[in-house]
């Protein structure tokens, strides 16, 4: 009796525990759902191109993508394949161009004809610079002409000054009697200086100075020796020379190659040193 009694309490309590266990286990599987069933078949493609695993990986990625952008879809630019592509046009607006050649606030030295600076913009323009750029580029390049001039204008004082050494020891006791019939010669025949500027262009201070000087006595000018007066007193070559320099037209003749810009070049520096030491 007791064993027949004993069994079935035994198989009893084997199938409750046999359930407990089912229910624990079964609460701590989650269910799992596929998640990109409700995709559709072209989403569900790049998914599985992509590896994706979760939505958590989805939106991990496009942070990911945001971070790496550093700014937002609308100030991204799209660089055309081809360098002369119209739509470079765009870019160049995107990166700072102003809308119009216009737009570019150049500051020019006195002396610039409007129709040069309007060149000079509108060749900023299509080449797409910025503002900034063109601004920057244009203030460079004016200073490093004016630093041209100024070194040229340095080396031909230095030159002036060792012809002028060199003509002393030529014509030694007689220099000064011999600098003011060629300074009565350019008074009294009015040589402009342009003129004078292209003898010295062509021959040198000294050769120059030597020629006026035989011109005067060959033609009997010794009346006029002792005379002071040139086309140009030497404050007055001083200021138009520093206009000069400032003129956007003569310094780009003079680099050029200009013989009137050099000749005149020239020709203000002899007088703005009165043809003597």
């Keep these: 009796m007791t064993e027949q ?39 569900k493609k790049f998914v599985g191109n992509k590896k994706y695993e979760s939505p958590e990986d989805v939106v991990n990625s496009y942070m990911h993508l945001e971070k790496h952008l550093g700014v937002p879809k609308d100030r991204l630019i799209k660089l055309p394949e081809n360098a002369d592509d119209p739509a470079y046009s765009e870019v160049y607006s995107k990166l700072g161009r102003p809308d119009t050649f216009e737009g570019y606030d150049l500051k020019v030295d006195e002396g610039m004809e409007a129709s040069s600076l309007d060149w000079v913009k509108d060749t900023f323009f299509e080449a797409g610079l910025t503002k900034k750029q063109a601004e920057t580029i244009f203030a460079k390049y004016q200073e490093n002409t004016a630093a041209d001039m100024d070194a040229h204008e340095e080396s031909f004082l230095k030159e002036i000054e060792s012809e002028k050494e060199q003509l002393k020891e030529t014509w030694g006791a007689a220099h000064d009697k011999k600098l003011n019939v ?13 003129t004078v500027g292209a003898l010295q262009g062509a021959l040198g201070y000294s050769k120059t100075m030597e020629f006026l000087a035989d011109l005067g006595t060959k033609i009997g000018e010794a009346g006029y020796v002792g005379g002071d ?23 780009a003749k003079y680099k050029a190659g200009d013989a009137d810009a050099k000749a005149r070049f020239a020709s203000l520096n002899k007088m703005a040193i009165n043809f003597s030491d």
């Excluded at 998640?35 to 559709?40: I, K, N």
């Excluded at 060629?182 to 342009?194: E, G, I, T």
């Design 5 to 43: 009694t004993t069994e079935p309490a035994a198989e009893q309590v084997t199938e409750q525990v046999t359930e407990q266990v089912t229910e624990q286990v079964t609460e701590q599987v989650p269910v799992v759902s596929n998640w990109v069933d409700g995709l559709s078949e072209d989403a």
């Design 229 to 251: 007066n040139v086309p140009m007193a030497p404050a007055e070559a001083d200021a138009e020379l520093a206009r000069l320099k400032k003129d956007a037209n003569f310094i």
């Design 182 to 194: 060629a300074k009565s010669v350019v008074n009294q025949f009015q040589f402009d200086a342009a």
